[in-house]
């Protein structure tokens, strides 16, 4: 009977700490809709103060952040976005950029290291001459660490030339930085100079800080009053909410340094991977706490196939099809759960090929 | 110096108790996005049992909550949907139905119990005929308790009686049940009767009954499942909200046995304030925790200057003007402070009577 198990399906799984549930008990709190919850204030402070941003706003989801954030830029009907063809806002968040915020997007591909081309973008942004058949461009979104291309890191030099580029053209940019800190610790560039280009960042505490709720939006005074207003709308003012933030402040004191310990798991992870004839990793493209496998077709497995018979060893993955499967490693996975986990892919491939022999 | 506080504002106030935080510390949690946290489950396992319903969903607030349930019902574009005047959805929730959801709002008066004429409301409901320049109607949602009108109970033979009508139609109907508990106490009434006629119901849990945050919707398990995704786009996914969900469990064990105590507080607010020369409250409208009083002209001091030197006495009270206030009992507040508030009232309204007569 397997009793052990890895969560590898994502960072988000990590399970409040001891030190997380003992502030959340003893959390002073107000109703933060009413008046401004103590602890709240608190974590938006110290969120403004880390990201070099005037304010903070505590909300219950990325998703949520992201939405407020493209919808406060865009607040005028007939507004556009341009952002990356495989960026989490665009594949992940039911389209509510649009079928909630009216907001239109326009797609630029995504390289391979999470960028856009700087003149495909310059090349999407509309020209308001033509405003009679189109939208407006108000805004860029980039994303760092980019999660679909592995959790790759966009470098501040990037990211100021897009800031250029959008002040050239009186754009707005937002930087969903879910896991920004990861991209912080990897290029050893603090998170105010990262996002210094940003007019708000979107910034999760659930993910590999390990709270267990949330993410703060950081931007402007004027922005984020906007913004609370919006949160509202969209239902997210929650009332007692210092309950939750007194977790993501002891994320924010205690995970940030253990994030580089993930990268090195994911190192480990990977290039153990890549050994195992049957399946390949891109090892350079590990630059943070996420690691695609492609499956090989001399395998001849499915991914689906492949993250059942490991879930029988007690090892949960999620599949990120065709033939390719996705592994997100926390601060809650051991090193011994890394080797655990190369030595049952062993099998399951081993496995596979006995099975293939015996035909 | 005042150091006691009476926090009238709102049941929203209620900080969470012992039992909570204790609670809150040793919730059994799990990513509530990618499985299903197991004390969400619990709760929304009880709540759906409470009301006599298929399914429920925890989200984190009752503007979402009314929210993601008007908009469920109303997946089609060019919805309509026939609601009170003065209901908390139309006046109070950033017309989030219509800004964020497309849906068209038709009013129909609500009367001072809280109800709109049945006939009116038939007539309120679009002729298919026209549906060349008419909205669709589908959706017919109530209030209960009423908060405009006071705090105002509407009687299950009542709701019945809506959701015959909306049946005959083809309508849906929705209960904006944010104090469904009240209610319940003050009708004597079990809730799941209550709700009966309605396809979907709001209930709070973080109101009178005290926990720190949420609301949960339920609904058939289709409508549930629907609602789950419609949450996710909002941005209401939450992920350990386990936390969250056993703070409001035990306000479902402990504080529902405290809502007549609540309603009795009223009464006597209700009276003692009706005794004070110069204020007016309509006794028989106090039903449940809301005590909606007037300030008569013989008193000339508006309700902000009311509001204001109560607040120098530690007395949170929220003007709703003209010439009216607002206070809401809940279980953190005692009979003690029952009297404090109506001594300081008195004392408020002798004083501005002194100035006149110092004149």
Same mark, same amino acid.
């Given at each position: 009977?397997?009793?052990?198990?890895?969560?590898?399906?994502?960072?988000?799984?990590?399970?409040?700490?001891?030190?997380?549930?003992?502030? #959340?008990?003893? +959390?002073?709190? @107000?109703?933060?809709?009413?008046?401004?919850? %103590? $602890?709240? *204030?608190?974590?938006?402070? &110290?969120?403004?103060?880390?990201?070099?941003?005037?304010?903070?706003?505590?909300?219950?989801?990325?998703?949520?952040?992201?939405?407020?954030?493209?919808?406060?830029?865009?607040?005028?009907?007939?507004?556009?976005?341009?952002?990356?063809?495989?960026?989490?806002?665009?594949?992940?968040?039911?389209?509510?950029?649009?079928?909630?915020?009216?907001?239109?997007?326009?797609?630029?591909?995504?390289?391979?290291?999470?960028?856009?081309?700087?003149?495909? #973008?310059?090349? +999407?942004?509309? @020209?308001?001459?033509?405003?009679?058949?189109? %939208? $407006?461009? *108000?805004?860029?979104?980039? &994303?760092?660490?980019?999660?679909?291309?592995?959790?790759?890191?966009?470098?501040?030099?990037?990211?100021?030339?897009?800031?250029?580029?959008?002040?050239?053209?009186?754009?707005?940019?937002?930087?969903?930085?879910?896991?920004?800190?990861?991209?912080?610790?990897?290029?050893?560039?603090?998170?105010?100079?990262?996002?210094?280009?940003?007019?708000?960042?979107?910034?999760?505490?659930?993910?590999?800080?390990?709270?267990?709720?949330?993410?703060?939006?950081?931007?402007?005074?004027?922005?984020?009053?906007?913004?609370?207003?919006?949160?509202? $709308?969209?239902?997210?003012?929650?009332?007692?909410?210092?309950?939750?933030?007194?977790?993501?402040?002891?994320?924010?004191?205690?995970?940030?340094?253990?994030?580089?310990?993930?990268?090195?798991?994911?190192?480990?992870?990977?290039?153990?991977?890549?050994?195992?004839?049957?399946?390949?990793?891109?090892?350079?493209?590990?630059?943070?706490?996420?690691?695609?496998?492609?499956?090989?077709?001399?395998?001849?497995?499915?991914?689906?196939?492949?993250?059942?018979?490991?879930?029988?060893?007690?090892?949960?993955?999620?599949?990120?099809?065709?033939?390719?499967?996705?592994?997100?490693?926390?601060?809650?996975?051991?090193?011994?759960?890394?080797?655990?986990?190369?030595?049952?892919?062993?099998?399951?491939?081993?496995?596979?090929?006995?099975?293939?022999?015996?035909?």
């Amino acid at each position: 009977m397997v009793t052990r198990t890895v969560d590898l399906r994502s960072d988000t799984v990590t399970k409040p700490t001891e030190a997380m549930r003992t502030a #959340m008990a003893n +959390a002073e709190v @107000d109703d933060d809709v009413l008046s401004h919850d %103590p $602890t709240a *204030r608190r974590l938006e402070t &110290e969120m403004a103060r880390i990201t070099g941003k005037e304010a903070a706003l505590f909300v219950p989801s990325g998703t949520m952040g992201n939405l407020i954030c493209v919808l406060t830029h865009c607040p005028i009907r007939g507004s556009e976005v341009i952002l990356g063809d495989s960026c989490h806002i665009h594949i992940y968040e039911n389209g509510g950029i649009s079928t909630i915020g009216g907001v239109h997007p326009r797609t630029v591909k995504n390289n391979e290291d999470g960028t856009m081309d700087i003149n495909q #973008m310059e090349a +999407a942004i509309r @020209d308001p001459r033509f405003e009679i058949c189109y %939208p $407006t461009t *108000r805004l860029i979104c980039l &994303e760092n660490s980019h999660a679909h291309s592995g959790g790759r890191c966009l470098s501040p030099e990037y990211i100021d030339q897009v800031g250029e580029l959008a002040k050239k053209y009186g754009l707005k940019l937002h930087i969903d930085g879910a896991r920004i800190f990861n991209a912080s610790v990897a290029l050893g560039v603090p998170v105010d100079r990262l996002v210094q280009a940003a007019d708000s960042v979107s910034i999760c505490l659930s993910k590999g800080l390990g709270a267990p709720v949330g993410t703060v939006i950081v931007g402007s005074e004027t922005f984020i009053a906007r913004a609370r207003i919006l949160r509202k $709308t969209l239902g997210g003012g929650m009332r007692q909410v210092g309950v939750l933030c007194a977790a993501a402040l002891i994320a924010l004191q205690e995970n940030v340094g253990k994030l580089e310990g993930d990268h090195k798991k994911a190192k480990t992870l990977a290039v153990g991977l890549n050994k195992i004839k049957g399946l390949n990793v891109d090892i350079d493209s590990v630059e943070t706490n996420i690691v695609y496998c492609d499956i090989l077709k001399s395998v001849n497995i499915t991914e689906t196939k492949l993250c059942k018979i490991l879930e029988g060893h007690g090892i949960l993955i999620l599949p990120e099809g065709p033939f390719r499967i996705r592994m997100v490693l926390h601060h809650q996975i051991s090193e011994s759960d890394v080797h655990y986990t190369l030595s049952c892919m062993q099998q399951a491939v081993n496995g596979v090929h006995g099975k293939q022999d015996g035909k």
